[in-house]
Nanobody, 121 residues
């Protein structure tokens, strides 16, 4: 089993910044891709950003230029830096990861519980 835990959400004023973290735990797994999604009340869950194991990234048009998805030396942790936050960025942010268990071929696809981001003046 692979578990994801998001953190870093909170309340921020418009124009502010937040850094969200997604930490994966479990035994003997390899993450191949990890994505951040968000869901605002009454709206469908939407993709925000994604990163592959090779470091390729992709962003939703709504956050491009304001968001950065990245890894550092912390094992199995991916971050989402959100800058110049807008009211419409308010949502629960979820991370989703997929990859292989052990040396394969079993695969996993798992979601975290989410972290709330509220942009308010």
């Amino acid at each position: 089993q692979v578990h994801l835990v998001e953190s870093g959400g909170g309340m921020v004023q418009p124009g502010g910044s937040l850094r969200l973290s997604c930490a994966a735990s479990g035994s003997d797994f390899t993450i191949e891709h990890l994505s951040w999604f968000r869901q605002a009340p009454g709206k469908q869950r939407e993709s925000v950003a994604a990163i592959t194991s090779r470091g390729s990234t992709a962003y939703a048009v709504s956050v491009k230029g304001r968001a950065t998805i990245f890894r550092d030396n912390t094992p199995n942790t991916v971050y989402l830096q959100l800058n110049n936050l807008k009211f419409e960025d308010s949502a629960v942010y979820y991370c989703n990861a997929g990859g292989t268990l052990g040396s394969g071929p079993r695969r996993f696809d798992t979601w975290g519980q989410g972290t709330q981001v509220t942009v308010s003046s």
